[in-house]
């Protein structure tokens, strides 16, 4: 073979072998894939204290069974599952000697039946939950979390992350301060949500006697309703303005009392439809608009 | 209310004896046997009896109703706090303490004494002192949320006179005693500002992204609570201003106590 | 999860988060001191919501008068104790009318016997003989209290759809007499 023939064929292998260094993941190597399987009965509880970052999804199934996915770096991360009767509690450790815990990342895949109690905690990945029927508490510092079809008891607090929550429905309790919140097509009959500087948007129904509570430090809090609702409104702010744009469909309160705004605030109060359930608006110094669906 | 055993009411509505089971019957069945499943008897005389069906409907609205309430309720930290401590106390349990059988007595002693657990211990108190005058009904609005800066009372006479009780005049010269609520908020302040003190040079969580988010909400936090103080300054009767002032410090305490459990350790 | 139901228990009994919060520390004080004597005879639950019935019962006897009575609370006996239907009256059918506001508004003002059953059975889900075991009654006492606490409701539940017909009615005239 010629020497230039050589070299053609060595550059490209070279350069093949850069092109899959390149493709190779961060990690270092292929990652590190576990899973287990528990057993359970009726109502399985599971924690997962994720101390490293990561993406947690949570998905059900039929089975009276918990599945427990991992993935991450090869040798970095481990992970420690005990079950006791219906608790599983699952938690990852860094295995490497002196890292730092937070450095490392593991992400969790679970699918357990659809009636379980879940309690996630992360710092930055997203937490994703799809389809569980149970109460459940979720943290994350900057981490999103989404939850799709899920009911319960549902107790989210994040420091900066965002909650998007579609067609949920249970009691909702919200607190962050600098993340947002979606509520879109909810049957919720409780929602507690409080953000300091995030926005606040709820896109759906108001359960007939429902409590639905929403406030703002300095974001925006906005409301949008259809035509069968029925509640009464209070929504007052400080140094904010109120955009109503339901006028139409606004009449006074009529469940019984006078509804007294302090001097300092702009309040709006009415009622849509026969009052049922009940809507309090709140923010500091952002808005607050009220809108009808078309 | 006057309560009257209804008798013979089914005899007297089915006259040719139609429906063999009388309404206080079917009452007894109910109580016994449930809303369901109903004997065929029960059944029979509910589809002649519009009374005993206006009965077993409302029965059944509030069972259904009723299902829907809340079966559980979290039970607020505190509770926790209180329980071990008790239980501490009556030697039930012991505090766990993270020390093998071998660790040398003056080294438990430096775990005690370690600025996270005392940080975290301090964000504990926080915590209850913030639950404490979040759970107190306010008084009269009439001062400042703030003491900090409290201004010196005017000088009083030579002639010695008793301490006399101002009442709240906004101009007055001299500064009236905040009531126990603003007084318990505005210490509850103080003790947040010392907790932050050891926040600067904590490395938080090892980690950019979450150490920079942290920083960045108690940064945001401060803002937000500056500028509610500085609206009750000028509008001290502003009840709104003051419940978004209790939830900033809540919030608050919540993540300096998130910022030391975190992982924090001093450089 | 059986801390959030024994608060949850305390919460409906009191109404007062801050005494609630009391009566369930107390009955987890009391587990603490007392597992050593649990012998599984019942199941753990049923024990331990004993201990809190007990705990709350207790309490609610020290804080009523003397003139006052438990009454309803367990007596097996008393056949004619208890609500009755006033067949006479007009009723006003629930279904549509009322809403969970109502119905916890009403619990509230049910005895503590009849509140417990009620609360235990139809809120909390527990079956008649784990009720029994709870209260230290017969199965057939806890049915009859849990029937008469439901007629109780019943009528409570109509005296306030009366009540609030009556206020709106009121509201109604002072708001066309102030327009005429």
């Known amino acids: ?294 | 209310m006057v309560s009257r055993v209804f008798q013979g009411g089914a005899a007297d509505a089915f006259p040719n004896g139609v429906g063999s089971m009388q309404c206080k019957e079917l009452e007894a069945v109910l109580e016994q046997e449930g809303l369901t499943p109903l004997p065929p008897a029960a059944r029979a005389h509910l589809a002649e009896c519009m009374s005993c069906q206006g009965f077993f409907a409302d029965l059944t609205t509030i069972q259904s109703l009723a299902q829907e309430l809340p079966a559980e309720a979290d039970p607020p930290e505190r509770l926790w706090v209180s329980l071990r401590a008790q239980l501490a106390a009556e030697g039930v349990i012991k505090e766990e303490a993270k020390l093998t059988p071998d660790t040398p007595w003056w080294q438990s002693i430096t775990v005690w004494l370690r600025p996270r657990t005392l940080a975290t211990a301090a964000a504990g108190i926080v915590l209850l002192v913030t639950g404490v005058f979040l759970s107190q009904k306010p008084a009269t609005k009439t001062y400042l949320a703030v003491i900090p800066n409290r201004p010196a009372p005017s000088p009083v006479s030579n002639s010695v006179a008793p301490p006399v009780v101002v009442p709240p005049v906004r101009n007055s010269t001299v500064t009236p005693r905040p009531s126990p609520t603003e007084e318990a908020m505005a210490n509850g302040g103080l003790i947040l500002n010392q907790a932050e003190l050891s926040v600067p040079n904590m490395q938080l969580a090892g980690n950019s992204t979450v150490d920079a988010s942290l920083r960045d909400n108690l940064r945001t936090v401060n803002e937000f609570i500056a500028e509610c103080q500085q609206h009750l300054k000028q509008h001290p009767e502003d009840e709104l201003a003051r419940e978004y002032l209790e939830s900033a410090y809540q919030q608050k305490a919540e993540l300096l106590a998130a910022m030391m459990d975190s992982g924090g350790s001093e450089h | 999860m059986h801390s959030r139901r024994v608060y949850a228990l305390c919460l409906r009994m009191v109404s007062n988060p801050a005494d609630a919060e009391d009566l369930a520390q107390e009955a987890f004080l009391q587990l603490f001191r007392k597992i050593g004597t649990f012998r599984g005879e019942s199941a753990f639950s049923t024990w331990l919501h004993r201990m809190t019935v007990n705990v709350v019962l207790m309490r609610l006897r020290k804080k009523t008068l003397p003139t006052d009575s438990l009454e309803e609370t367990v007596d097996p006996d008393a056949e004619n104790s208890g609500p009755k239907r006033d067949v006479g009256a007009v009723d006003l059918r629930l279904s549509g009318a009322v809403d969970r506001v109502n119905l916890e508004r009403s619990i509230e003002k049910l005895p503590p016997g009849y509140k417990t059953v009620f609360v235990l059975h139809d809120v909390q889900g527990f079956e008649h003989n784990e009720i029994a075991g709870i209260m230290g009654c017969s199965v057939g006492n806890s049915k009859s209290q849990l029937h008469k606490a439901r007629t109780r409701l019943r009528d409570l539940l109509q005296e306030e759809l009366r009540a609030q017909a009556r206020q709106e009615r009121q509201a109604a005239k002072s708001h066309t007499g102030s327009e005429g």
Request: hydrophobic share 35%; proline share 3%; charged share 20%.
């Open chain 1, 1 to 294: 073979m010629q020497p230039q023939g050589i070299l053609r064929i060595a550059f490209s292998v070279l350069g093949v072998g850069l092109l899959v260094c390149a493709a190779a993941p961060a990690w270092g190597g292929s990652p590190e894939h576990q899973e287990r399987h528990f057993i359970v009965k009726d109502h399985p509880f599971v924690v997962l204290q994720n101390i490293v970052n990561g993406r947690i999804e949570v998905k059900s199934w039929k089975n009276s069974e918990v599945v427990v996915s991992s993935t991450s770096a090869p040798g970095q991360v481990g992970i420690d599952i005990e079950q006791v009767g219906d608790r599983i509690e699952i938690n990852a450790n860094s295995l490497e000697p002196g890292s730092e815990p937070n450095e490392v990342e593991v992400n969790f895949q679970l699918t357990v039946p659809e009636k379980t109690e879940l309690q996630l905690r992360t710092q930055t990945g997203l937490i994703y939950v799809e389809q569980v029927n149970g109460d459940m508490k979720l943290q994350s510092v900057a981490g999103d979390v989404h939850l799709k079809e899920v009911s319960g008891y549902i107790i989210v607090k994040t420091t900066g992350g965002t909650l998007i929550c579609t067609q949920c429905a249970g009691k909702l309790e919200f607190t962050t301060i600098s993340g947002n919140a979606q509520i879109l097509q909810p049957t919720l009959t409780s929602l507690n949500a409080m953000t300091t500087t995030g926005n606040i948007l709820y896109d759906g129904d108001f359960m007939h006697t429902g409590m639905y509570s929403m406030n703002s430090g300095r974001g925006l809090v906005e409301v949008r309703f259809s035509g069968n609702d029925s509640f009464d409104l209070k929504a007052q702010t400080l140094l904010g303005h109120v955009d109503n744009q339901a006028a139409a469909f606004l009449k006074p309160d009529t469940h019984g009392g006078h509804h007294t705004v302090s001097k300092f605030s702009k309040g709006l109060f009415g009622t849509v439809g026969q009052g049922l359930a009940k809507v309090e608006l709140s923010s500091y110094s952002g808005t607050i608009r009220i809108l009808k669906r078309d």
